[in-house]
Structures are given as C-alpha cells and as structure tokens.
C-alpha cells in the first residue's frame, strides 16, 4: 500500500476499485482563466470552460489534448498580430476593475456546474452560448475561446463555452481542473495546469477493516464502487507545466513532438496569478495574510498608491513639469498608473497647453495611439490629435466608441482624412448593454470602400456577438449587392460544403462568409485548415461549426504555419447564430443533422467555394481495408447575371454563365500577391496530413485534393439551388421560434 493510500486510510477514507472508475484520474472537464496584473493584483479578463461529454471521447481534453489547448492559446497570445486589440482591452479592463481613483471592483463569484463523470446523461453536459451575456472584453475572450476550442494541428474540435469573469475554480470539485494563462507581458506569456486526481473511495467502517480490508478472490481489495473524491488530502497552491502534468497523469507522449518541444519553452505562472481565480480556504488566506503583515517591503498595492499619490500632485500644477515626470517612468507600473490618473478628468488633458506631450508620454506606443480610455472624446478632437507633429509616425489607432461625442457617421468621416492609418481598432465599453454600435459604424464604413481596402479594421462587437450566437451585421441583402461588406474587399461570400463520401446519404453545409471580413490571402490562410478538419470527425454537434474557427484564427499569411501562428479575425457570426434545434426538411431523413445559415444568391462581384466530400473511386481497386477520402473543390462565381436563390434553374449553369477554378487562380484574380511555389507548398502540407489521418487509405497526393471540372461544380451548384428555399423557409421558422423563446 502506499503513502497515499496510508495518508487516506488515516483519514478514514479508503481508495477502492470501481465499475466505471477504478484508477484514480485527472479532472474531467477544464476551466481557463486569462488574467493579467490590473490594480496590483492578478485579475480575470475572459474564461472559458471545457465541459467534457461523457458519451463522447472526443470531447476529452486530457492528457495531450490539453497540453495542445495551452500551447494554442498561447500561440494566439504571443501573436504579434492580435497584441494591439488585446492591450487596449487590457486598458479597458484597468478602469472596469479600478474605478473612481482606487476604488477596486470585484465581479460576483460564479461557481462552475457540479457534475459527477459516472452520470450518463450527455444532454445535461451540452450548454449553449445563447444563454451568455456581453462579453466585457470581447477580443481577449475570443482569442482564449479559439484557443481551447481549435486544435489547428489535429484539426479538432472541442466543446468551450464563455463563462462569465467572476467564475472560480475549486481545489475540491471532482469535475474540474483549471489552466492559467498570464498575459500581462505580451511578449512573455505564461501559464501553469492546476488539476488534481479523482478517484472512488469509502469511508474505513472500523479497526477491523483498517487491518483487515475486505478480500474479494484474494486479491487484496473489495470491488467497491465508492464515492469519487479528490484523492489528494493535501493540494499545494502550485501550477504544473505540460510536462509535468503528463507525468503526473501518467499519459501517452502525444502523437507529435512538436507541442511538447514548442510549449517547453514556454514560462510558468507565478502562484500570485492564481489568487483571485482560485480563491484560498479561510485557513489558507489567514497564513497568506500573515506572510504579507511579516514582509518588510511594500505590497504592490502601496506601490501603486505611492505611484498614483505622486503623479496626482505633478499633474494639479498648471504646467505640469515633463522632466519630474519622465524621471518617474521608472517606478513599478507607471504606465498604467499614469493613464489612470489623466482620464479621471479627460477634458481638462484636452485643453491643457502640454496635452500633446502628456498623451504621447500616456497613449503612444510606437505607431499606435490608445484613445480607447478616453472619455467623453469629442469626435473633432481626433483629427486634432493625430495632427500634431509628434504623432506624424501614427498608423494605428484604437478608440472606444461608447466614449466619442459624435455619430458614427462624424467618427467615420473625421477617420477618412487621415490617409496614413492602415489599422483601426473600435473597441467598445465593458459595461455597454448592447453590441449594436460596432454594427451601425460598419454601416457607415462600408460607404467609404477606400478606407477598407487600405486598412485593417477591428469591431468588438463582432467578437462579442459571435460569443452570444448573435448576428452582428444587417443579413438581409443592401441595395448596392448580396451584402454589407463590399465584395472588392471581402471577395468569398459562402462556401458550398457537399458531403458525399457515404453512399446512403448526402449531407449540405451552407457557411455564410459576409461578416467574416476575410481579405483573399487570409481568407486562403483559413480554408487549407479548414478542408482538412471536415474529415478529421463526424461529430456534428463538436466540430461543426466550431471548425469554422479555422478562419478566424489563422495565420495572417498563407506561408505562416497554424502551429505557431493565429490572428483573431471577426468569428463567423451568422454561421453560429443558426439555432441548433430546427424542423428538419423533406429532403433530409436525419433529424439530429446540424442546420446552417441560408444560401446567397452568386454576385458577378464575388465568389462561392464549393467543396465535395468523396470516397475516392480507386478504393475497391486498392483493395485497402480502408476507404480513400478525398475532397474536390472549386472557386466558382456567376460570369454574366447574378445566379438567383429564389428563381430555381431547371439545368445546371454553363461556363459562359459560371466560371470555376483553383486557389491559385482565385488568389491571382483578387489581386493577392502569393507566390505559386506557396500555395502548391501548402495544399501539398494539407494532402499529407489528411493522408495521415488514422484508418485513411493510400493515394496519390495529386488526387487526394483536386480542383472540381466547371460541370461538375455547375452540377453541384444546382443541387444547392434546389434546397435553398426550403432550407431559407425552415431557417426563417426555427429563428422566429428561438426568438419567442428567448423573449
């Protein structure tokens, strides 16, 4: 017997063996906090959760599958690409958690569900994102989101949910482990996997049975069911790394070395992070109290009192003295501090004579500027701003809003003067009740194409939709085309998924791209990924739609590697928003298939993927115990007159009226400057990793992805036309039914 098990027999518990759960194992379901250094503590800025089904082994993030999720998430982290949205989220998060001076704000405590893994009941397990509210800081919950949900080097899909921010994790819950991702410093982010075993145990009856524990056939132990418990009695406030929970768990190595090797390198959280997060026992948080009262230095929290103390007394002269200032730059947090301190009164900085000096040495960092925190910014102030010679080098730009003085109209316009911007970031307020701002100044901007086309724009309301299973962007068709965002710019306006590779039945997949706002080498970035997760499971309700993460997390370029590199775009919002309970139609026998967003009708102005799912006619030729999966695609788009939703065609469209061809050749009519040898670098990675993929047979890689014949993607093209009304007509009356619900 060992220590473990002696400890707990002291205890008067016993470890037994059960039916369904003899070993002791590590938490189930995961919950992720990411939290950043606010106000001298550690706090909660998005959480997500991972319930596991229990019917379901896909679902499982253990063992290699959560060491995946933490590398992913900090990958997307360290991106360099998404750096400039999450520190100005991370500004935002300074005054909703410090307000009013140094008055601190602290969410309600949110406890997770209680579940227990021996209740088969995978239903109870299943939680929808309609129930979640605003996401306070939308951009940061979105790249945590993606990062637990999108394994982008197995192509796999996993179950993740918004929690809200004052959720907790207990050292207690048999259902439960936590990660913690740090990222205060940006260029250094950390994490750390706290989970301890669980396993069945029961309660020592007597003296007896201590000495003597009850046999069964002789082999040392009753076959017990027990009760699962926590096994360890004693739960150290310390964070493992991958490595180490590996070992602890005693898992497989993972199918590839490269996660192990990658997130290696990546630092462990300090225990401080935690605090807040994984709130202490009363007995713990007296002895962390009495360390603090023993420790001679100042806490972090003096230090931020003596820091704010001093820049409020250089800030109350009416000029204030620059020199006194940049001396104490150097002092713990300064930055933060001293932002803080400027906006608890934003319109006397406007109209002090060293204001400009005073924003630079607040609000710039390098080509960008950081007005998000101002309050109250006049729109026409603006232009003022970025017009002084010290910000002659701006190019980016983020901004909350809620906080202008203006419409979005003014905001759009007074933006259009300033040609050299090439990055706009629309951040809006934590505590906001609504996402429809970010919508309307879409609307606004979508006038000035120019602005678009030579910028990068980002909508938290876009991200913070997407989270609540909302649309964030008008769907209907404009009077100018198919939709909103202009198709120069945002050329792919569907993709057109038939899955065929099961002779009994076809399936449809309708994926609406409008309000992606996927430029062509992004847009390409992200569908590579995204062919290849449509044959890694057949789960339904697990990786469709959360595959569609593939687009709003890719690399920013087609040559980057989706291991190392994922920017966060706009998640597609419409695409998530198709309730998941819809009457099912004539031409469909399955009533648990997954519905999807309704078809547009073809643009001259745009293009529509389709993609065909096939099992490869050489398979019975191979004679392979398994079948030979591949998939046949083609960019299509209508040549002469837009090709109609609600006129059904009677015979498939010709090549003088629909034109179909490859990536390469779609790259090069939108104008994206991609070298030949990358794309074919890329679809040849893609080829191989599919041919990977367990229980696929053998084929050629020119076969295993291939470009459809314009009559063939013609023909594929009728049969969506065919179903498209009906599946507009049980679309429309599913939504009005969710809607009622809700309501």
């Known amino acids: 017997m060992n220590e473990e098990s002696i400890r707990l027999i002291e205890w008067g518990l ?44 896909e679902t ?9 999720a933490c590398h992913r998430i900090v990958t997307i982290f360290s991106d360099q690409a998404n750096h400039r949205a999450i520190r100005a989220e991370l500004a935002l998060a300074s005054g909703y958690y410090v307000r009013d001076g140094n008055r601190e704000y602290s969410p309600q405590l949110v406890e997770l569900p209680d579940f227990n893994r021996r ?77 301890f075993r669980v396993g069945p145990m029961t309660f020592i009856g007597s003296r007896k049975h201590e000495k003597h524990p009850p046999d069964y056939d002789g082999i040392g132990f009753d076959f017990v069911r027990g009760t699962l418990r926590v096994m360890d009695e004693v739960r150290p406030r310390r964070a493992m790394s991958a490595a180490e929970y590996m070992t602890e768990v005693d898992y497989a190595s993972p199918p590839t070395n490269n996660i192990d090797r990658l997130i290696a390198k990546v630092p462990l959280i300090n225990v401080s992070a935690m605090d ?41 002269l009416e000029e204030p003295d620059m020199s006194v200032l940049k001396q104490a730059r150097t002092m713990p947090h300064f930055q933060e501090i001293f932002s803080r301190v400027l906006l608890q009164d934003p319109a006397r900085l406007l109209t002090m004579h060293t204001s400009n000096r005073l924003i630079t040495m607040a609000f710039l960092n390098g080509e960008h500027l950081s007005l998000e925190q101002l309050n109250n910014l006049p729109v026409e102030a603006i232009p003022a701003i970025l017009g002084a010679p010290n910000m002659a080098k701006v190019t980016s730009i983020s901004i909350c809003i809620d906080r202008v003085q203006g419409t979005p109209a003014q905001l759009v316009h007074v933006l259009s003067q300033v040609q050299r911007l090439r990055r706009l970031y629309f951040h809006q307020s934590p505590i906001r009740e609504s996402d429809a701002l970010s919508g309307q100044l879409f609307v606004e901007l979508a006038a000035y194409p120019q602005i678009l086309q030579r910028t990068t724009v980002m909508f938290a309301g876009a991200y913070s939709a997407a989270q609540r299973m909302r649309l964030w962007l008008p769907s209907a068709p404009t009077a100018s085309g198919v939709q909103l965002a202009p198709l120069d710019i945002f050329p792919v306006q569907q993709i057109l998924v038939l899955d065929q590779m099961y002779k009994t039945a076809e399936e449809r997949i309708y994926i609406h791209l409008g309000d992606a706002l996927l430029k062509p080498e992004r847009f390409a970035a992200g569908f590579l990924i995204y062919m290849q997760s449509l044959l890694t499971s057949t789960d339904e309700f697990i990786i469709q739609p959360l595959n569609l993460f593939s687009f709003s997390s890719a690399p920013s370029f087609l040559d980057g590697d989706p291991e190392t590199a994922a920017e966060i775009s706009p998640i597609l919002a419409e695409s998530f928003s198709v309730p998941e309970d819809m009457p099912r139609g004539k031409n469909n026998n399955n009533p648990y298939r997954r519905r999807w ?43 002469q007159q837009p090709i109609v939703v609600d006129h059904p065609r009677l015979i498939s469209p010709g090549p003088k009226e629909l034109e179909a061809v490859g990536l390469k050749e779609f790259l090069d009519a939108t104008g994206a400057e991609v070298a030949d040898d990358v794309i074919d670098r890329r679809i040849q990675q893609v080829g191989e990793r599919i041919a990977r993929k367990p229980y696929e047979g053998p084929l050629l890689l020119k076969d295993r992805i291939s470009v459809l014949p314009q009559e063939d993607a013609a023909e594929i093209l009728l049969g969506f036309l065919e179903d498209a009304v009906e599946v507009r007509n049980i679309l429309s009356a599913a939504i009005d039914e969710d809607f009622e619900e809700r309501n």
Request: hydrophobic residues 40%; charged residues 20%.
């Open 597 to 639: 967003a309704q078809m547009r009708d073809l643009d001259p102005k745009g293009w529509t993927v389709i993609v065909s799912l096939e099992t490869h006619s050489s398979s019975r030729a191979l004679q392979s115990p398994y079948a030979c999966h591949c998939i046949r695609y083609a960019f299509i788009r209508a040549l």
């Open 14 to 57: 016993r470890p037994v063996a059960g039916p369904v759960s003899g070993d002791p194992a590590d938490p189930y379901s995961w919950v992720f906090f990411a939290v950043a250094q606010i106000g001298g503590r550690h706090r909660p800025v998005a959480v997500v959760s991972s319930l596991a089904d229990n019917s379901n082994e």
């Open 276 to 316: 807040l997060v994984w709130p202490p026992s009363i007995e713990e948080e007296i002895e962390m109290l009495l360390g603090r009262l023993l420790d001679a230095n100042k806490s972090v929290l003096d230090q931020y009192r003596a820091t704010t103390s001093l820049i409020q007394r250089i800030l109350e």
């Open 119 to 195: 209740d088969g009941n995978p239903r109870l397990r299943r939680r929808s994102w309609y129930h979640t509210s605003v996401r306070e800081f939308p951009f940061i919950s979105a790249c945590l989101l993606q990062g637990v949900a999108f394994d982008a080097q197995q192509e796999l899909a996993r179950p993740a949910f918004p929690e809200p921010l004052g959720t907790v994790y207990r050292d207690t819950s048999i259902e439960w482990g936590m990660v913690v991702v740090d990222i205060t410093n940006l260029d250094a982010v950390s994490y750390g996997i706290v989970g």
């Open 60 to 68: 499982l993030l253990r063992g290699y599958p959560l060491t995946a």
